[in-house]
């Protein structure tokens, strides 16, 4: 069964203090993985899709890479408004192709 | 654009009473998803569509949750029997095609008293 792992559970920065959220996933043959932010009473928005190893995506202070068994998104000089919960989902496959597994989310909260 | 819309927005019902959430995808998309977030937990996957047709609906937990959609747009879940343990915020997200990204509306929070 594919599981989605996020690190850390909570992350606390100051502004300026860049640092990066770990994604680690085991899945039989990663079709795509999602990365999503998601504001306290809103539903995930959508930031970056990754399909393969060594991709990168870019926007904004916000960086997403891909290995074979994990992807980090690396924020650079956050500001308080990057405070929200990250989110990391895998797409499966087969008969469940468009289903994403998600993980439990890193809540970032960046300091003035 | 007009992107991703549920309603209602918030939901309280009785314990065993049934309950219809709605959602509007973003026009043009063929693909519609329901999630469940729970407090402290994760999204969970409940069912897909592709067109009308719903081809993965091993998530849904029970026989209570159904759901359907019509003309390839508006999709309704229906929660039968509530209970309490259905509280949640119920997520709804559309995309172009299977596979692609996918865009969530606000979700809907049900609270079963």
């Known amino acids: 069964e594919d599981q989605v792992t996020q690190s850390p559970e909570a992350l606390r920065l100051q502004e300026g203090e860049s640092s990066s959220l770990n994604c680690s996933y085991t899945?039989?043959?990663?079709?795509?993985l999602f990365w999503y932010r998601q504001d306290p009473g809103k539903g995930p928005e959508f930031l970056f899709t990754?399909?393969?190893a060594g991709e990168e995506k870019e926007k904004e202070r916000l960086k997403a890479t891909l290995t074979k068994k994990e992807s980090f998104l690396h924020i650079t000089a956050p500001k308080p408004e990057d405070s929200a919960t990250y989110l990391c989902?895998?797409?499966?496959?087969?008969?469940?192709?468009?289903?994403?597994?998600f993980g439990q989310g890193t809540i970032l909260t960046v300091h003035p | 654009g007009a992107g991703v819309s549920q309603s209602p927005s918030n939901k309280v019902t009785e314990k065993g009473k049934d309950v219809e959430l709605r959602c509007d995808p973003i026009?043009?998309?063929?693909?519609l998803y329901w999630y469940r977030q729970s407090l402290g937990q994760g999204l969970e996957f409940l069912i897909y569509?592709?067109?009308?047709?719903?081809?993965?609906k091993s998530g849904l937990p029970s026989d209570r949750f159904s759901a359907e959609r019509t003309g390839g747009s508006v999709s309704t879940l229906t929660i039968q029997r509530t209970q309490q343990e259905d509280s949640a915020v119920y997520l709804c997200?559309?995309?172009?095609?299977?596979?692609?990204?996918?865009?969530f509306g606000p979700g809907t929070r049900l609270t079963v008293t």
């Open positions: 997200a559309s995309s172009p095609l299977a596979g692609a990204e996918q865009y």
């Open positions: 899945v039989s043959g990663l079709r795509g």
């Open positions: 990754l399909y393969s």
């Open positions: 989902a895998v797409l499966q496959g087969g008969t469940s192709y468009g289903k994403l597994t």
């Open positions: 026009s043009g998309h063929t693909a």
């Open positions: 569509f592709q067109g009308n047709s719903a081809p993965d």
